[in-house]
């Protein structure tokens, strides 16, 4: 088997806010694959903070926080067109990323009991397509405790968040607040 001409990689989650850890996963995707596809999805079991749409300007804003070379201005478009962030509703992570011709399915892993979980998914997503490889990248060590819950939770109590989030989600959580 062959490695595609071009690969795409679709990163999938609910990104409620989004974490300077998923950045971390975001960028080991983008040295990794030609295009990332970030997409937004809606977690059944829990509660949105941000709408859909405030996660879709969130991560854009946070990318432009993180990396200030990856807007164009002009076009909006990221790294130049490189990254992509959509939402995806009422279909499976397969057929979705079927839909936007993904090669590869991207994960991140922060810590040694997110393994199960995700040794799970993928080997459904395996069982219903094999020809669209998952790939796990483990975050960086400062990462291991940064997760969306985390920032929601310390937020609520009044705690600093900068260590969790780029500044756009504290001025988004300090709106909510207001």
């Excluded at 996660?55 to 478009?77: C, F, K, M, Y």
Aim: aromatic share 8%; hydrophobic share 45%; proline share 3%.
């Amino acid at each position: 088997m062959l490695k595609p001409a071009r690969t795409k990689a679709l990163y999938a989650g609910s990104f409620d806010p989004v974490t300077r850890g998923h950045l971390d996963i975001i960028g080991k995707a983008l040295m990794t694959f030609d295009t990332v596809h970030v997409a937004i999805g809606t977690n059944i079991k829990k509660a949105r903070t941000f709408s859909v749409t405030d996660s879709q300007q969130l991560i854009t804003r946070s990318v432009i926080d993180r990396w200030p070379e990856a807007s164009d201005g002009a076009s909006g478009a990221l790294f130049g067109g490189a990254l992509e962030v959509d939402e995806y509703i009422n279909q499976s992570l397969i057929a979705y990323a079927r839909k936007i011709s993904a090669t590869h399915i991207v994960r991140g892993l922060r810590e040694a009991s997110a393994f199960n979980e995700e040794f799970n998914l993928h080997g459904v997503a395996e069982r219903i397509d094999p020809s669209i490889p998952m790939v796990h990248f483990i975050c960086e060590a400062q990462f291991l405790h940064v997760s969306s819950s985390t920032a929601k939770e310390l937020d609520a109590v009044g705690e600093a968040i900068d260590w969790l989030v780029t500044p756009s989600v504290e001025r988004a959580f300090a709106a909510r607040r207001a």
